[in-house]
């Protein structure tokens, strides 16, 4: 079965540096997607970026970036100049869409905490 | 468009009544997916559609659990003879199955169930 492990279940930073979300998983397949999601206190899931596997170069999205290491099933995030707003719960998620018809498989989720 | 939206957005019920969810998805996408998220976890798969056919049914979705989306738009989950263990957070999500964005699920923001 396809799992997917984030390791921290919570973390802090203060604003305007630099952290590092870990997330591992495990699966058999190839071709897959896998993605970060915020979900802030209010609690609506938001895509925040995604990842093929197939391709090679890491995915960027502003102050968002993913170190995608497909021998290793690692997939981190990577938070640059860390803002208030990006206080939140972060889950790491996977689908093998091919086969799954993209059904997402969550982490546990890491609680990250933005201090002023 | 307005996004994915869920009523109703939180609902109190007593053990052993039956209860139902609707989603109504982003318009021009054909899969809708469900999942349960309980506090501090991340979402669990349910089900999910592309158009009105259910392709998929979770083994957390009990015989008490049903589905539908008779018309390939909004869907529906009815939870009968409900329980203290369905308590949770039900999301629901929405997804094109071909062109710009397939992989990627949008969410609704959730009914919060509590069984008392």
């Known amino acids: 079965a396809q799992t997917v492990t984030q390791s921290q279940p919570e973390m802090s930073v203060q604003e305007a540096e630099t952290v590092t979300l870990s997330c591992t998983y495990d699966?058999?397949?190839?071709?897959?997607?896998l993605f970060w999601y915020k979900q802030p206190p209010s609690r609506q899931m938001i895509l925040v970026i995604r990842?093929?596997?197939?391709?090679?170069q890491n995915a960027t999205e502003n102050r968002f970036s993913v170190n995608f290491q497909k021998a290793a099933k690692s997939f981190s995030l990577k938070i640059s100049d860390s803002q208030l707003g990006d206080t939140a719960m972060y889950f790491c998620a996977f689908t093998d869409y091919y086969n799954q018809g993209g059904k997402l498989i969550f982490g546990q989720g890491t609680e990250l905490s933005v201090k002023p | 468009d307005t996004g994915v939206s869920q009523n109703p957005r939180h609902k109190i019920t007593k053990r052993g009544q039956n209860v139902t969810f609707r989603c109504d998805p982003i318009s021009e996408h054909n899969r809708l997916y469900w999942y349960r998220q309980t506090l501090g976890q991340g979402p669990e798969f349910l089900t999910y559609?592309?158009?009105?056919?259910?392709?998929?049914k979770s083994r957390l979705l009990s015989d008490r659990f049903s589905a539908e989306r008779p018309k390939g738009s909004f869907s529906t989950l009815e939870i009968q003879r409900t329980e203290q263990g369905d308590s949770a957070m039900y999301l629901c999500?929405?997804?094109?199955?071909?062109?710009?964005?397939?992989?990627?699920?949008?969410f609704g923001p959730g009914t919060r169930l509590t069984v008392t």
């Open positions: 559609f592309q158009n009105e056919a259910q392709l998929e």
């Open positions: 990842q093929e596997a197939y391709k090679q």
């Open positions: 699966t058999s397949e190839n071709n897959y997607y």
């Open positions: 999500a929405s997804s094109p199955s071909s062109g710009q964005g397939t992989y990627e699920q949008y």
